[in-house]
């Protein structure tokens, strides 16, 4: 389904990584590693559009993602460093706002639903500023509850911040979302258990 | 169009919650064309021939007051990077958020210059002109002034590098703007100044949006 081929990305006048390549297939789930400053945060940015490669294509069904943009981000949730939130908004209305920014009708109920699933639940009604960091990253994540009909989930250090219960949550989460035939990409220095085909990628093995 | 609307009610939904900002930039349009009169006398002539002047380039001085902060905060919070993920054309929502952006600040500034136009001893039709000159005009800033924001935008001194960007560009539709009431003050037609900023409005609209989404994608890389 993503295919990556012979990938290269320069930022300032270092080399990040080159020749990177790999191929995911539907319902595996690709782990990224890598330490700090290895280019985990721009492969994922690159492979959802949001940057340009210096050299190599993406191709996602077998055509390259910038000449099928409207149909790519259609398919697509990417979850970035930062959780997309606005200080001044409550939980709810964040997310419904993110669901609609990127195409999704959701109702309210449905944007409760999915933070109480996350295990936001006296919270709701409060706006984002108020929150502790692990629960601005849930308000973030509780959009993969509500986008099961995207086949590609890229995700940038998901577990960040979070605690136990709520990783054990999300893992399982994304091993429904393999099982259904979608796929994973994650980047994340945490040892998290998936029972789902899952394959490696290490940022050092392409190190320019 | 869920992403238009949806873009549209969110930024008024959070002017509305930090109206405070917004009611700064009126006080300093306020303000800012009530000090005329103490630095130049008040010699009713000479007021009623620079009143619609004043009271335009006051407006240019607070819509950019605001300006900058169009897109830095969904910048800095990452939530410009989710709408340019959309699959909707990045235009749609730019355009969203200058209308949003036209309303909640741009717009009060429009309903308050009547007020302004009596202090500077305008009679009614001349306020009129004004104020309709104003509107007409105010679009086209906000319309330009986001080409602005978004070209420096995560920029060190944005706020000052964007009013030396955006300023030349003003000066048409100051010209027009202002031309209009002072010719209507000195007996002339306007309709030609009518014409000539609903023709520029109508290009800012057909061209702004997409100079500013090109201009965002750059910035966002």
Known sequence: MLDVQRLACVRGDRALFRHLEFCLPAGHLLRVTGRNGSGKTSLLRILCGLSQPDAGTVLWHGQVIAEQRDVFHGRLLYLGHSPALNDLLTPVENLRFACQASGDDFTHGDCIDSLKHIGLDRELELPCKVLSQGQRRRVALARVFLAAHRPLWLLDEPFTALDKHAIGELASTLDAHCARNGSVVITTHQEVAFAARQESLSMEAFAA | ?221
């Open chain 2, 1 to 221: 169009m869920t992403v238009f609307f949806a873009v549209l009610r969110r930024d008024m939904l959070l002017a509305w919650r930090s109206r405070s900002d917004l009611l700064v930039a009126l006080s300093f349009f306020v303000i800012v064309a009530s000090l005329f009169p103490f630095g130049i006398g008040a010699d009713p002539a000479q007021l009623k021939a620079i009143g619609p002047g004043v009271v335009w380039v006051a407006s240019l001085l607070a819509s950019l007051l605001a300006l900058p902060r169009l897109f830095s905060q969904d910048f800095e919070s990452g939530v410009l990077e989710q709408l340019q993920l959309s699959s909707d054309p990045p235009v749609v929502w730019v355009t969203a958020k200058i209308a949003a952006h036209w309303l909640c600040t741009s717009l009060p500034l429009v309903i308050v210059a009547p007020l302004l136009g009596l202090m500077y001893g305008l009679d009614a039709s001349a306020t009129q002109v004004l104020t309709a000159s104003l509107l007409v005009g105010t679009p086209i800033v906000s319309l330009i002034g986001a080409i602005g924001a978004a070209l420096t935008l995560g920029l060190r001194g944005a706020g000052s590098l964007l009013a030396l960007l955006v300023f030349p560009l003003f000066v048409p539709v100051l010209v027009f703007g202002a031309g209009a009431a002072d010719a209507y003050e000195s007996g002339m037609a306007i309709k030609a100044y009518f014409l000539l900023l609903g023709g520029g409005l109508l290009a800012a609209l057909a061209l702004a949006p997409w100079a500013c989404a090109a201009a965002l994608r750059i910035s966002l890389e």
